[in-house]
């Protein structure tokens, strides 16, 4: 059973993932060039809206999705080795927009100054910051008191999951 955490996405989020597309790039596997896909997206919206979060709410990725066309890319000026390449997966655009929406949905989940992974300048360094200022500031308590005082700030810091 899944546990339903993200909202559903809406006609809108869909279309303006569709209309920031770069039109320039290249397609994946599907051979659905980005061009037209950015060009149609008042028309496209809806049903892939459908198809996304039916996805969600099933917990199901398409396989065809999964697909990518490998090209390699030469990181030297005469390449004569494989080693001299560098693999580039070219996937489709349309799992990629829904990816994008995924993100921008978990990333509201964890908007949190506490939470330091996949959020944008936010670093290591940053968690570390904030434990010697919570040391810091708890440093002229009582050894028990301090203790506790670390306990419960790591307890906050770390991500609960619903429905377990």
């Keep these: 059973m899944y546990v339903r955490l993200l909202t559903f996405f809406t006609v809108d989020d869909v279309y303006r993932k569709l209309h920031k597309l770069n039109p320039r790039k290249g397609c994946g596997p599907d051979s659905i060039p980005p061009r037209l896909l950015k060009s149609a997206a008042h028309i496209l ?42 693999p580039i997966a070219l996937t489709s655009t349309i799992p990629k927009c829904m990816e ?8 509201a989940l964890m908007s949190d100054k506490h939470r330091f992974a996949y959020q944008k300048n936010k670093s290591t360094e940053d968690a570390l910051i904030l434990t010697l200022e919570t040391i810091t500031e708890t440093s002229h308590m009582p050894r028990t008191m301090y203790m506790e005082s670390l306990f419960i700030s790591q307890v906050l810091l770390t991500p609960s999951v619903q429905g377990r």
Excluded: H, M
């Design 45 to 86: 919206a809806a049903p892939l809206l459908t198809v996304f979060n039916n996805s969600i709410s099933q917990g199901q990725f398409p396989d065809v999705w999964k697909r990518a066309d490998i090209l390699p890319l030469p990181k030297c000026k005469n390449p004569t080795e494989a080693k001299d390449y560098l």
């Design 100 to 107: 994008r929406l995924l993100v921008s949905e978990l990333q």
